[in-house]
């Protein structure tokens, strides 16, 4: 019986509880720059772990009302329906912080000789009223035309920023993920595609209205499709989750957007 009881004396310490990790789920075009977050966080505070997930940002937004998510990541403002649920499972109004920035920005093949659209040319092409390249200047070639799926933040970004609210074109091929439509623009000659700044590589970026996704037009709003990128929480956070925020929003924090392809905040 007594060496029974040593052993559990020295068995016991090794179950005491762990802290549960912070989970980030949402924005697609947030996933590598939350990544990275997560990585220098955890390497700066050993005992935090951090579980990073995409999906889009509606599938964050829906996990966070779920209570599936501490933190959803999000290329878009929530919407009032989403906002209203959330104050309806949690009775709380919920928590935006914005945590960089980015020019939602339109892809083309290297090959393709134009540099800029306007913000009418873009319209037309997505709602399908333009199909030709020769209509905007271009070879005489059909336009491919490359989307996103309806759960992605950046979808819906465009959809009400550029299209005002009108459907895509039903030509339009939907991709599961931003790096799927610079795949995608890469290897189709006549193809248009759309997503972050960061992802810009491998095939040409458009200038919008002659106006360049830069840190200077992004920040002063002169780039048409400029926006801010979120984390949304139920409530205030806390703990490891407030101190991972913390370090988001740090000069350190905010240099890593930098390194990844978007702009900081502040």
């Known amino acids: 019986m007594k060496r029974m009881l040593s ?6 310490p090794l179950t005491a509880a762990v802290a549960a990790p912070v989970t980030v789920k949402g924005s697609d075009t947030m996933v590598i720059l939350t990544q990275r977050w997560a990585e220098e966080f955890m390497k700066k505070n050993p005992t935090a772990k951090v579980q990073i997930t995409g999906g889009g940002s509606g599938t964050g ?6 209570g599936t998510t501490e933190i959803a990541t999000s290329s878009r403002p929530m919407k009032e329906g989403e906002m209203e649920k959330l104050r309806a499972r949690h009775n709380s109004a ?38 030709n390249w020769k209509a905007v200047g ?8 490359f989307s996103r799926e309806n759960s992605s933040g950046t979808y819906v970004f465009v959809k009400d920023n550029l299209l005002g609210g009108e459907d895509f074109t039903a030509q339009a091929q939907t991709l599961p993920g931003t ?31 002659d106006v360049a ?10 780039y048409p499709l400029s926006r801010d990128l979120y984390f949304y929480l139920r409530k205030s956070a806390s703990g490891d989750a407030k101190a991972l925020i913390d370090f988001c929003l740090s000069p350190e924090g905010q240099a890593i957007v930098t390194k990844v392809g978007y702009f900081p905040v502040k």
């Not at 052993?7 to 016991?12: E, I, K, S, T």
């Not at 937004?61 to 779920?66: M, V």
């Not at 271009?138 to 035309?145: L, N, W």
Request: aromatic share 6%; glycine share 10%; hydrophobic share 45%.
């Open 7 to 12: 052993m559990l004396l020295v068995v016991a």
């Open 61 to 66: 937004i829906a996990a966070l009302i779920n």
């Open 94 to 131: 919920g928590t935006e912080i914005a945590v960089a920035k980015d020019g939602v920005t339109f892809y083309v093949n290297d090959s393709n000789p134009l540099k800029s659209l306007t913000m009418d040319q873009l319209k037309k092409i997505y709602l399908g009223e333009i199909t």
């Open 138 to 145: 271009g070879p005489d070639k059909q336009i491919v035309v």
């Open 179 to 209: 790096a799927a439509v610079v795949n995608a623009v890469s290897k189709e000659k006549f193809g248009i595609g759309y997503g972050g700044a960061a992802y810009a590589k491998g095939i040409k970026e458009l200038l919008v209205n």
């Open 213 to 222: 996704p830069t840190l200077e037009n992004v920040k002063s709003g002169k």
